[in-house]
T-cell receptor, first 113, second 115 residues
Framework: GDSVTQMEGPVTLSEEAFLTINCTYT??????LFWYVQYPGEGLQLLLK?????DKGSNKGFEATYRKETTSFHLEKGSVQVSDSAVYFC????????????FGKGTKLTVNP | DAGITQSPRHKVTETGTPVTLRCHQT?????MYWYRQDPGHGLRLIHY???????DKGEVSDGYSVSRSKTEDFLLTLESATSSQTSVYFC??????????????FGPGTRLLVL
């Protein structure tokens, strides 16, 4: 079945450092890809998404590009802030008609001042 | 923010007792979902609903049942709670427009401890 593999955490960075969180996927169809973020004590919220190959999703300084050739959707940010400390989840949705999301295990990011 | 509430937000119960968690939405979205979140597993789908009285199983449905008698409410029942069901449970909704991949919006979660 469809699956998502994220880099294992936790990741600890200093403020203004560059962030990359790797995400690769396995899917039989042509999935849409998502990054969700979970701040401490809260539910998940959508950070960005891409629905087809070569699309770039972006939001709040974060970016991710849908790479079909490498089946990847890596999350990047050029300069992280303390407020970016959270757990980040990569997910896919099979465009074959399913409304279900398949999530990676999550990557915890801590940004120190 | 999407109008999703979950109740209770925290619950402690004993093994063998039935437990019902409620998800309520004010968005009139068609799809509703129940996930559980556990360390090392991310989020896993338990059950979902694509309309009133229309539900289907997710990847970890054993020991759980659901009901949706109104668009706005989706109930998750642990028929006989076990310690392995200690988890954080999240409800999510999506609009469900045919042919469009849409965002899922998540509730704040219910933290359940089964002793």
């Amino acid at each position: 079945g469809d699956s998502v593999t994220q880099m294992e955490g936790p990741v600890t960075l200093s403020e203004e450092a560059f962030l990359t969180i790797n995400c690769t996927y396995t899917a039989t169809g042509y999935p849409s890809l998502f990054w969700y973020v979970q701040y401490p004590g809260e539910g998940l919220q959508l950070l960005l998404k891409a629905t087809k190959a070569d699309d770039k999703g972006s939001n709040k300084g974060f970016e991710a590009t849908y790479r079909k050739e490498t089946t990847s959707f890596h999350l990047e940010k050029g300069s992280v802030q303390v407020s970016d400390s959270a757990v980040y989840f990569c997910a896919l949705n099979d465009q074959g008609g399913s409304e279900k999301l398949v999530f990676g295990k999550g990557t915890k990011l801590t940004v120190n001042p | 923010d999407a109008g999703i509430t979950q109740s209770p937000r925290h619950k402690v119960t004993e093994t063998g007792t039935p437990v019902t968690l409620r998800c309520h939405q004010t968005e009139n979205h068609r799809y509703m979902y129940w996930y559980r979140q556990d360390p090392g597993h991310g989020l896993r789908l338990i059950h979902y609903s694509y309309g009133v009285k229309d539900t289907d199983k997710g990847e970890v449905s054993d020991g759980y049942s659901v009901s949706r008698s109104k668009t706005e409410d989706f109930l998750l029942t642990l028929e006989s709670a076990t310690s392995s069901q200690t988890s954080v449970y999240f409800c999510a909704i999506s609009l469900g427009t045919s042919g469009i991949v849409e965002t899922q919006y998540f509730g704040p979660g219910t933290r359940l401890l089964v002793l």
